[in-house]
């Protein structure tokens, strides 16, 4: 006779147990397997100031990754970040040619990006409008602007000391850029996971209504959130511009998407409720390490495309199958 | 199996399949040729002349590179991964003259002799660039054209972009100098089609309508010297009115088979590739400096010397007729 009795857990996992099998344990494993695999392939990895430049693939991307993880957590999303790039970078190149120095032309990035953010959400929360339609008329919109304003022109001219927030290291082969990653990622761990307000982003991602009868401002939360958002993407334009030295319309043109991927990759629901910062930042990471990892091999970069998707597939898709089979 | 060993199986094997290609000769030369975007057929023949020169040179192995798309942040990308892998030189032509600046002059802190070549960097940026022509080159080139098939000289007649083009109207002041070189050869008109292809087509016709015996229309803009062809064929003057000037073989190339076009001119990619490596790989050697006024060899193209800004020509552009259209009307 066999013995059908069930087998029934009088708890569930322990603590170390459930962070073992979590969604950021596995990309840390993924992340340190592409590390060992780069190490081996390439002779050039290892080397600090190559590791240092493999960062700014990443770090301007991961800012803003950020605070789209907790847009998109809340159930929202924001297409036009690059193109909120393009028009503050162009508001800070215009600033430059009236003779307008770096502290100036910080709180203009910072500004524009604000703005921009608060277009974006007065359009979703006050019209009531959905904020893929919305963001995808002002990513068109935004970087109209840009491309009116200069053409096939580029502002140059850039404030010497103004080349320090893109180009400049705080110690050895530390960049500002790494810092000021590090910092933010801090801050949106904090604000995510340690606040009420990250709390209430959770409760409008898994259901709008049911937090707006438990006392959340639904629609100020969210306004908040693409503020947030929009002023990412203006320091990132501040980096990016300071990176690059000049501004052209097409400055950071299609990183919508790369954005997107990371926070996906970083285990963030596209629909919304769950998802946390460290696993957007291994997700940088990760991205960072494939995609100069594979620079060093010379691959060309439509390959290095097609490994991104493969891996964005194959990091959702296995556990889900996994599941399958244990079950 | 574990979840881990799954997900690190799959970027195994991706890099495992790459790994090969990272294994190379350790005392080569290695020159990288950073080019707009991969895929485009022009870069791809600037590539095959980049090999051609290495072949020739030897212990040379050539990176060709470049972003998937024609971005600036991509092809810092691309030359941050240069400089980790320590390459001897980098020639890059460029998607932003400025916005690459900054990337190549960290790369030359760190000892490697950059160039551009077609599109420039600014000059904190390179130590020298190459220009495929110049502007006195192209200028004789497009008289040449027209002359070499006027034996007993004639009327011809040039249709140009528009009236404000610097490149067209440079090139043009610089084609009227050289004319009285061209015994007999009479430069009645100068139109402009403002590079739109109905405009340039009417302008030809006004053209051949003004003057019965025009001999040839020079057209130094790729969408007027196609419009021309055009125009020439449709009025059935093919033998009569010869076309030429500068323009692309893949468009040209029907032109070339009926007759209407028997020569016209544009850079050659494969010659370009190829000077750009030869002069990196001397740079790099040390056997030549980067100077205002240093002449630097370039193999079978001769040598190139460079102006005040180190910026210099290649050659007078290269010459596309029926023997050789069907070899360069798929590259570009």
């Known amino acids: ?327 | 199996m574990s979840i881990t060993r799954r997900l690190f199986g799959g970027t195994a094997i991706a890099a495992a399949m790459l790994a090969g290609s990272a294994v190379h000769a350790q005392d080569d030369m290695r020159i990288a040729l950073v080019v707009k975007a991969l895929g485009i057929g022009f870069f791809e023949a600037a590539a095959e002349g980049a090999e051609e020169a290495a072949a020739e040179l030897g212990n040379v192995e050539i990176i060709y590179t470049g972003p998937t798309d024609t971005t600036a942040e991509g092809q810092i990308e691309v030359i941050n991964s240069l400089i980790a892998q320590g390459v001897d030189a980098i020639a890059i032509s460029a998607n932003d003259p400025d916005a690459v600046s900054p990337a190549l002059q960290r790369a030359m802190q760190r000892g490697i002799t950059v160039i551009s070549w077609d599109s420039g960097v600014n000059e904190e940026g390179r130590m020298m660039h190459l220009n495929p022509s110049s502007t006195p080159l192209i200028g004789n080139t497009i008289i040449k054209l027209a002359a070499d098939h006027m034996p007993d000289g004639g009327q011809v007649a040039i249709l140009s972009a528009s009236a404000t083009a610097t490149n067209q109207n440079a090139w043009i002041a610089a084609a009227e100098e050289v004319l009285p070189n061209y015994e007999g050869i009479e430069l009645v008109a100068t139109v402009y089609g403002d590079d739109l292809s109905d405009k340039s087509y009417r302008e030809a016709q006004g053209l051949m309508a003004s003057y019965p015996d025009l001999k040839a229309i020079i057209a130094p803009t790729t969408v007027g010297i196609l419009a021309s062809c055009q125009a020439v064929s449709d009025a059935g003057k093919i033998g009569e009115i010869n076309v030429t000037g500068l323009g692309l073989p893949s468009e040209m190339a029907g032109c070339v088979e009926s007759g209407a076009t028997e020569s016209f001119a544009i850079w050659n990619p494969i010659d370009l590739g190829y000077s750009a490596t030869m002069i990196a790989h001397a740079l790099a050697a040390g056997t030549a400096t980067a100077e205002p006024g240093a002449e630097i060899p370039t193999g079978r193209m001769g040598s190139v010397t460079l102006d005040d800004t180190n910026a210099a020509a290649m050659s007078d552009p290269f010459t596309y007729d029926a023997s050789n259209i069907d070899q360069f009307k798929d590259i570009f």
């Open chain 1, 1 to 327: 006779m066999t013995n059908t009795a069930r087998f029934i857990p009088d708890r569930l996992e322990s603590p170390l147990e459930r962070r073992l099998k979590s969604w950021e344990t596995l990309l840390l494993a993924v992340a340190v397997g592409i590390f060992i695999v780069n190490s081996f392939t390439s002779p050039y990895f290892l080397n600090a100031w190559n590791l240092s430049d493999m960062t700014f693939n990443f770090t301007e991307k991961a800012m803003i990754a950020f605070a789209m993880a907790l847009l998109i957590i809340a159930g929202e999303i924001d297409l036009s970040v690059a193109s909120i790039i393009a028009l503050a970078s162009t508001a800070m190149g215009a600033a430059v040619q009236v003779g307008v120095g770096t502290p100036g032309l910080v709180l203009i990035g910072l500004g524009v990006g604000l703005i921009c953010g608060a277009f974006n959400g007065f359009l979703v929360t006050k019209m009531g409008l959905p904020s893929i339609v919305v963001t995808i008329g002002t990513m068109s919109l935004f970087r109209g602007i840009s491309y009116i304003v200069l053409g096939d022109q580029a502002y140059r001219g850039y404030p010497s000391d103004f080349s320090f927030f893109g180009q400049g290291y705080v110690f050895w082969v530390i960049s500002f850029e790494f810092v000021l990653f590090a910092i933010i990622a801090l801050l949106y761990f904090v604000i995510l996971h340690k606040t009420n307000f990250g709390r209430a982003v959770y409760a409008i991602g898994n259901n709008a209504i049911g937090a707006e009868f438990s006392g959340i401002r639904v629609a100020r939360v969210k306004f908040i959130l693409f503020l947030l958002t929009g002023l990412m993407s203006g320091i990132a334009a501040i980096c990016l511009t300071s990176r690059l030295a000049s501004t052209r319309p097409s400055i950071a043109f299609g990183w919508e998407l790369e954005i997107v991927t990371m926070v996906v990759l970083g285990g963030v629901s596209i629909l919304g409720g769950s998802g946390s910062i460290p696993g957007v930042v291994i997700a940088a990471f990760v991205m960072g390490l494939v995609t100069f990892g594979l620079g060093l091999l010379n691959v060309p970069g439509i390959v290095m495309s097609i490994v991104i998707g493969l891996l964005l597939i194959g990091v959702i898709a296995l556990p889900r199958l996994w599941e399958k089979w244990r079950a």
